[in-house]
């Protein structure tokens, strides 16, 4: 399984339009998720690697098209996402000068997850 096919699988809603130009997704990885293997023996938590990952595939849905990152301008990980756990994304995209900037927030359980600023091109 790719990654891509990891996250589409895991996508369980969105985009969902909400104010402000913010869309809405909701993630939720199986337990038994190859993105869990190794990462960590007796702790699975989803890598950082994929939450970036996310956020891009979620501008591509959006846009409807493929966008790869040229820049991340900022990430914080701010409490393990784990197995099973409902992962909301908030994401708000703006294009300028044929760059999209998205800002991600991240959110599990009630609590911030996370955050991210990427460029897209």
Known sequence: MTIRDSITTARKSGPTALPDGVNFFEFSFAVDDPVFAGHFPGRPILPGIFQLEIV??????????????????????????????????????????????????????GQAAGEAILNLS
């Open 56 to 109: 891009r595939m979620a501008a591509e849905w959006l846009q409807n098209r493929p966008l790869a990152v040229t820049e991340i301008v900022k990430t914080k990980f701010q409490r393990p996402i784990l197995p099973g756990e409902i992962l909301k994304l908030n994401l708000k995209l703006t294009e300028a000068d044929g760059v999209i900037s998205v800002r991600a927030n991240f959110i599990c359980g």
